[in-house]
């Protein structure tokens, strides 16, 4: 496994934050369905998906900086730190060291027996003192997936079923603030490992709407209206992200106005909600004669300039 750093692009005292936007913007690049052609590139969102998880937990990412795993969390070595054989400390206090060039060959046993647990003392004297403790077993590897969600599921946080790779579904709450590039963990819902169950890792991505779009916390949408409903105004029905709802049209309303209706956009992170804003957009039906006629004869056409503010 490469090392995690060089697989995000990203320097080993980089920030969480530094860290996150690194995978994001990997993230989207690779993903599977901007690469249906390109298996490489599904390898890739993979690795990068694993790297993203290992340097963003916080004891996993302290020891593979020590050295003491690699890139896919598993020990780099047999065996921890302690003390070497004869009771002496190794210098410096870095790893496990011992000259095996001398000696018989049942030295060994008696070393690894002391490391692990075993025999307390090793033959001819100088035994080890403690100092040495079991290492973890590793657990089994974590296992990604990719959960496409509704805009206006992400909006109104509708819980998600997702089907895990052995058949069995759970059903996922949404988190506030969840947006493309999110991703949740899911304990236990791993590979099998001599130490447990490694975990999985879901990574979202918020799908495209027809007529909604996304600005922040916001939902916006265009709606059309008459030009009776805009000169008289009206009660007209306007879509939302859970479900239609009435709202009033002011007289002498003009294509562009902006209504605001409040708590109806996305979940924030602090327990806030976004509105959503209704652009108001004047459809005027082609080629009807009797407007036609009354636009010929009011006398109000000719009154104003309603681009003068724009210098022309």
Do not use: C
């Not at 070595?77 to 060291?97: H, L, M, T």
């Amino acid at each position: 496994m490469a090392d995690p750093y060089k697989t995000l692009g990203v320097a080993r005292g980089a920030s969480e934050d530094e860290i996150k936007k690194a995978y994001r913007k990997l993230a989207k690049e690779l993903h599977p369905d901007r690469n249906k052609d390109n298996p490489k590139a599904s390898e890739r969102f993979s690795q990068v998906t694993q790297a993203y998880d290992l340097l963003t937990d916080k004891d996993k990412r302290a020891r593979f900086d020590r050295g003491e795993i690699d890139g896919e969390g598993n020990p780099t070595a047999p065996f921890g730190y302690g003390q070497r054989p004869g009771g002496g400390a190794r210098p410096g206090g870095g790893g496990f060291s011992a000259d095996f060039g001398s000696g018989d060959a049942g030295d060994f046993g008696d070393i690894f027996e002391s490391i692990f647990g075993g025999a307390g003392q090793q033959r001819g004297g100088g035994g080890f003192s403690g100092g040495f403790g079991r290492r973890p077993a590793p657990k089994g590897a974590n296992v990604p997936y990719r959960l496409v969600v509704g805009f206006e599921d992400a909006a109104s946080l509708a819980t998600q079923r997702v089907t895990l790779r052995d058949g069995k579904t759970i059903d996922l709450k949404l988190p506030a603030g969840v947006e493309s590039g999110t991703q949740m963990r899911l304990s236990g819902k791993g590979e099998e490992g001599p130490g447990g169950f490694g975990d999985a890792i879901v990574s979202i991505e918020v799908g495209g709407h027809r007529f909604f779009t996304r600005e922040g916390d916001n939902v916006r949408v265009d709606v059309p209206i008459t030009l009776a409903e805009a000169v008289q105004g009206a009660s007209i029905r306007v879509p939302t992200v859970e479900g239609p709802v009435n709202v009033k049209v002011p007289a002498g309303s003009s294509s562009g106005k902006t209504l605001r209706l409040k708590g109806r956009g996305f979940h924030a992170k602090g327990g806030t909600r976004g509105d959503q804003l209704v652009t108001l957009m004047i459809e005027i039906p082609a080629q009807d004669p009797e407007l036609a006629t009354f636009v010929e004869g009011w006398a109000g056409k000719a009154e104003g300039n309603p681009r003068a503010r724009l210098g022309v």
